[in-house]
């Protein structure tokens, strides 16, 4: 919100009506009013792959508070990525923000409905709480939601020292930074919004994911990319990895959990 939008060529403001998501640009050919330069195709990408997860939580989990808690998130998720793809940086402004959304979301899952059934099951029957149990619905829908605020809290620290552990591991073997602090605050937010399980496949998807892509950029460079000193923005594969496990996670969860129900 502040500053205002510009121009990045000639820094010229750019007023409401040339600020409407894909309709501006297309009215404006891809070009700034003021300075007439090429606007990058990357602002209306960005703004129909936004269109296209909000109507893609709307399709998959109606118009809920578990639609509208996912559509947020991706919004953060799709943020993150393309600043982290531009900058190789994850800003404060999001992650703190999304960790705090992402505990006041978990909360009220864990009081009203669930997204990932059994996701709090474990800490449900450490603390003896139940929706059924004794007393009011209203106050035992009120012990959930604070039992959900500090399980999702827990959930993010324990990510984060998860990725903190990592990060002290390979400075300890390399003796030079691998692993950025934002990555860790990610993560964090990840596990925030959607629990442990889905957090680890996120992380684990991730992780493939920019391993290949690191591969194969070594590769396609011919020896002109270093292997070990080759950059890559973590983040951005992270929320792609997070963004699949919104839609589809819980299906590859289930896969790999019937492998120990057949044992």
């Known amino acids: 919100m502040r500053p205002r939008s510009r121009c990045p060529r000639c820094a010229a403001p750019i007023g409401a009506g040339d600020n409407v998501p894909i309709l501006s640009w297309i009215l404006l050919r891809g070009r700034c009013r003021h300075c007439h330069q090429p606007v990058a195709w990357r ?70 409905f669930r997204l990932f059934p059994g996701a709090f099951e474990p800490l449900e029957l450490i603390s003896g709480i139940r929706i059924s149990g004794h007393g009011s619905r209203f106050a035992a829908t009120v012990r959930l939601t604070a039992a959900g605020l500090a399980v999702s809290a827990l959930w993010a620290l324990l990510a984060a020292l998860l990725l903190l552990l990592i990060r002290w591991l390979y400075f300890l073997v390399r003796h030079q930074q691998g692993l950025g602090i934002g990555d860790v605050k990610l993560i964090a937010m990840i596990a925030a919004w959607l629990g442990p399980a889905p957090a680890i496949l996120t992380l684990l998807l991730g992780c493939l994911a920019a391993a290949l892509f690191g591969i194969a950029s070594v590769v396609a460079s011919r ?41």
Do not use: H, N
């Open 43 to 112: 602002y209306p990408a960005v703004e129909i792959a936004t269109a296209a997860l909000f109507l893609l939580s709307f399709l998959r989990f109606g118009l809920t508070i578990t639609g509208i808690g996912m559509a947020t998130l991706c919004c953060l998720l799709l943020g993150l990525a393309v600043m982290d793809a531009e900058t190789m940086k994850l800003p404060d402004a999001f992650t703190w923000p999304g960790m705090v959304l992402g505990i006041l979301y978990s909360g009220i899952s864990l009081g009203v």
């Open 223 to 263: 020896g002109k990319r270093p292997f070990r000193t080759t950059r890559l923005p973590l983040g951005s594969f992270l929320c792609a990895a997070a963004i699949y496990t919104i839609f589809a996670g819980q299906i590859v969860i289930d896969w790999y959990l019937r492998f120990y129900r057949l044992r």
